[in-house]
């Protein structure tokens, strides 16, 4: 990873395994400058979903990187 990396961190609902976490991986580190993707998988409710990448990324292209794999970002209630 650069120097220069940038992370954030969403919540996306609607994972339920394995399968789901690859999906969503796969989608968000095609956006340009996304270097790593983690996931914590909560089978029961909201998954946490941490990007690192070498460019401030828009949350609108998240979303829709999100979604393209079929789940939804949603509001941190933290």
């Known amino acids: 990873m650069s120097n220069n990396s940038h992370t954030t961190t969403v919540n996306v609902s609607?994972?339920?395994c394995g399968h789901c976490v690859s999906s969503v991986t796969?989608?968000?580190t095609e956006l340009k400058g996304v270097e790593n993707v983690a996931v914590i998988l909560n089978t029961g409710g909201i998954s946490e979903v941490t990007i690192t990448s070498?460019?401030?990324l828009d949350p609108a292209?998240?979303?829709?990187?999100v979604a393209?794999?079929?789940y939804l970002v949603v509001a941190n209630n933290a």
């Open 26 to 28: 796969e989608e968000l």
């Open 54 to 56: 070498t460019l401030t």
């Open 61 to 65: 292209e998240i979303s829709e990187a």
């Open 68 to 70: 393209e794999a079929g």
């Open 14 to 16: 609607g994972m339920t």
